[in-house]
């Protein structure tokens, strides 16, 4: 959609903000929420924020479609070859990351074995969805030249310019919801180290009324602000797509470690799990050559 790096950041800044001092309880301080709104509540409140907007565009996209139907030619279309495809794979990755954080807690979710597999695997699918449609709604309103805005672009055409800024405030509830998500999950990781010793004892320090690794989650949220506004946004996103390939690559090595160490392991058992692996490493290692 297209956004200022500062927008961004201030966002972030926000989202750690209330973070830190457990983000539903920061909510209800401020008056945002009802005592008693749970955190589940209040991202499920998010998600809908995020998602009723693109669910609105990909009809309006379609009914547009139906109404006038633009068929793509031949000269439309060109062949980026070997180096734009990874390009490509690597942006799609990025659209796509960030599942297997719901994992980090985990622990915490009543009957996960269960629960969670399918989860995984129905967001996936959904957000598999919604982005196709929404590729489709694009090409077939603004047609296939490049643009740095293209969902404002199709709201605007189909909605004008009120319906540019519905998406825009839908894009920034949508990021503001992605970094509240990821500072409920991503400081756990150097709190987990910090209390087995493997990272400064300080980032185990929990707030003393929410129970929160303040520590952690400001540390978190310095790093990733730093981040933000050092470079753009195509450079971010190669950085993380990167990192996640390097997580990825890591994540498939261990399963072949623990199958092998564990064969009687009861845990859920993909078939064809080590060669699935095996195939995950080379495409990772392809991918951040």
């Known amino acids: 959609m297209g956004f200022d790096t500062r927008v961004l950041t201030g966002v972030g800044v926000l989202a750690a903000v209330t973070e830190a001092g457990s983000f539903a309880r920061a909510a209800e301080t401020l008056g945002l929420t009802p005592s008693g709104v749970s955190r589940a509540a209040l991202s499920s409140a998010l998600a809908i924020g995020k998602l009723l907007p693109l669910g609105f565009l990909i009809v309006l996209g379609i009914g547009h479609a139906i109404a006038h139907p633009v068929l793509i030619h031949e000269s439309d279309m060109s062949a980026p070859g070997g180096g734009g495809w990874f390009v490509a794979l690597l942006a799609v990755l990025f659209a796509y990351g960030g599942w297997e954080d719901a994992l980090v807690p985990s622990g915490e979710v009543k009957e996960s074995r269960r629960v969670l ?5 129905a967001g996936l699918c959904a957000a598999g969805v919604v982005y196709a449609l929404l590729q489709y709604v ?3 309103t603004i047609g296939t ?3 740095g805005h293209p969902l404002a672009d199709v709201a605007s055409s189909l909605m004008g310019n009120a319906g540019r800024k519905v998406i825009s405030v839908a894009a920034l509830i949508s990021t503001y919801g992605y970094l509240a998500a990821s500072f409920v999950s991503a400081p756990r990781l150097p709190y987990a180290l910090a209390v087995e010793g493997d990272c400064p004892p300080i980032l185990a320090t929990l707030h003393p009324r929410s129970d929160t690794p303040v520590y952690a989650i400001v540390s978190f949220a310095i790093v990733g602000c730093a981040l933000a506004i050092s470079g753009t946004f195509l450079w971010a996103l ?7 390939t390097v997580v990825y690559t890591g994540i498939c090595a261990a399963l ?3 199958r092998r ?3 009687a392991a009861d845990a859920l058992r993909i078939p064809f799990g080590t060669i699935v692996a095996i195939v995950g490493i080379a495409l990772c290692a392809v991918l951040l050559t």
């Not at 597999?117 to 695997?121: E, K, M, N, T």
């Not at 190669?238 to 996640?244: H, Q």
Request: charged share 10%; proline share 8%.
């Open 261 to 263: 160490k564990r064969p």
């Open 145 to 147: 030249a490049a643009t």
């Open 238 to 244: 190669a950085l993380s797509a990167g990192s996640m």
């Open 256 to 258: 072949i470690r623990l």
């Open 138 to 140: 694009t090409v077939a």
């Open 117 to 121: 597999p399918f989860a995984l695997a």
